[in-house]
């Protein structure tokens, strides 16, 4: 039975036709999965090319009201370099609270529009939430304009670029996190080289009434299927990228997440963004417990929420996210553990269901990531 | 004579032993199979408790004990090849065999007919 409360994407009808099973996410009624099952579409995405309806992630435009460069002023929430993002350029951020601590993960991408526009994509379970502390925060000085009007597809794997430039073959030009506007079936659509899933790949911002069909058409070539939320979960969780509110949430900063990477060099230098002075003294003495990767012994997947203790049986920290690594071949994880712990190669234990299994602290991405970056 | 269980188990009883699996409509709602704990052999379990587990990609899943009995077999293909589970869930793919405490307990269990009667309800 449908549930009438859950809102829809503008592929919905599609996803049903596909034999999605739909399941609430966010909010929304997504697919689960397809009639392939989430480890061959997993596989497939590795292999050739997935399509992913994204759609309901927060996709939004912010401007300032006085003409200044919106950037500017959002750095005071997001620690990364944004001011010198050039058009066409994106970049990883996160929104800080006032204690550093990390409310959700983001994207965003200065656009062509004189103004320096910016176009973000945020997390579904987290778009009301970012859009009231940016306009708390800022909004005396910025506009936020939530896109609702657009769906957000992603094409990613190897094929990707063959299949999207057999639309519009300037997509080939660009680089991971470089986007730009592009005509797919005689649509103008925001297309970005980026995604979730450690491949190489696109993500199509297109007007809602135009999505179907040109999934529809993307469809259509031999080498894309529809992959679902369960492969999109275990592709990001091998490429060893963070799931907002579980890898990290409000109390938890940029270095205990381990993803100090989307601190810009000059930024940490200057402390010009809220919860600087926590992130600065983190940087200096790691903070007690950090996000590690961990490959359990075994078959067995630690999920999220799984214990984790040290060799000698002492609970010490707790699995964020968890699974089967259907391309690593075995059970891989995230989770927390203190400081003295968080060294590659360090033996420790999952509690799977009451017994230990031992565990090593490894590197991650588990699989190599295979983005198309610039040559330089 | 096969019997099925509520939670989508199958029952093959041969003398007082029976060979629990799960049913094909339970693999399918699990999706693909990474992992299965079995219990130990010669441990006891009383019906409903919780004997193995089964790990698809998407969510791990108890397999409970249909009736009184001590395990005397586990399936160690099973450790090997979990995806034996999805490929021959009525066959190779068996979990356990129970030695039953009273082998007139299969009698409570459901047999095809209401079996099938049962998942048609939940579709």
């Known amino acids: 039975m449908p549930d009438e409360s859950l809102m829809k994407t503008p592929l919905y009808d599609l996803h049903v036709e596909s034999g999605g099973k739909m399941v609430p996410f966010a909010g929304y009624s997504m697919p689960v999965q397809y009639p392939l099952g989430i480890m061959k579409e997993h596989l497939h995405t590795r292999e050739k090319a997935g399509l992913f309806d994204v759609s309901h992630m927060g996709q939004a435009y912010i401007r300032s009201k006085d003409g200044s460069d919106p950037a500017k002023i959002i750095e005071y929430l997001m620690p990364s370099a944004l001011a010198v993002l050039k058009p066409g350029k994106m970049r990883y951020t996160v929104l800080l609270n006032d204690d550093g601590g990390i409310e959700d993960d983001l994207m965003v991408t200065r656009t062509f529009e004189p103004e320096g526009t910016l176009y973000v994509v945020v997390n579904a379970a987290c778009k009301d939430k970012d859009y009231d502390i940016l306009e708390d925060k800022l909004g005396d000085r910025i506009t936020l304009e939530p896109l609702e009007e657009r769906a957000l597809l992603a094409l990613q794997g190897p094929s990707a670029e063959a299949v999207l430039s057999s639309l519009a073959p300037e997509v080939a030009e660009l680089s991971f996190m470089e986007a730009t506007m592009v005509t797919l079936e005689g649509v103008v659509c925001w297309v970005s080289r980026s995604g979730y899933t450690g491949e190489d790949g696109y993500e199509i911002s297109v007007p809602s009434d135009e999505a179907a069909a040109l999934a529809t058409r993307l469809l259509a070539h031999e080498d894309v299927e529809w992959i679902g939320l369960g492969a999109r979960d275990s592709l990001r969780l091998e490429a060893g990228l963070c799931l907002s509110g579980h890898d990290f949430d409000a109390g938890v900063s940029p270095v205990g997440a381990n993803i100090t990477f989307a601190l810009g060099k000059k930024r940490r230098e200057n402390k010009d963004f809220i919860g600087a002075d926590r992130i600065a003294s983190e940087l200096d003495h790691s903070p007690d417990m950090v996000r590690v990767g961990l490959v359990p012994a075994g078959r067995a997947p630690a999920r999220e929420g799984t214990e984790i203790a040290d060799a000698d049986g002492k609970i010490v920290g707790k699995v964020t996210s968890g699974g089967f690594g259907p391309t690593f071949g075995g059970p891989v994880a995230m989770g927390f553990v203190p400081k003295e712990l968080a060294a590659e190669g360090t033996k420790i234990q999952v509690m799977i269901r009451g017994k230990a299994h031992e565990a090593t602290v490894a590197a991650t991405p588990f699989v190599p990531q295979r983005y198309k970056r610039k040559q330089s | ?123």
């Open chain 2, 1 to 123: 004579m096969t019997k099925y269980t509520e939670d989508h188990e199958w029952i093959e009883l041969d003398g007082d032993t029976v060979t629990v699996g799960i049913t094909d409509y339970a693999q399918k709602a699990l999706g693909d199979v990474v992992f299965v704990e079995l219990p130990e052999v010669s441990a006891s379990y009383s019906a409903g408790d919780e004997v193995a587990v089964v790990e698809s990609v998407k969510a791990a899943s108890e397999v409970y004990a249909p009736l009184d009995g001590e395990i005397v077999e586990i399936n160690d293909a099973l450790e090997g090849d979990p995806s034996l589970v999805n490929s021959a869930p009525s066959s190779d793919g068996w979990f356990f065999k129970m030695k039953l405490a009273n082998a007139d307990d299969m009698a409570g269990l459901m047999d095809e007919e209401a079996y099938n009667a049962h998942v048609a309800g939940l579709e």
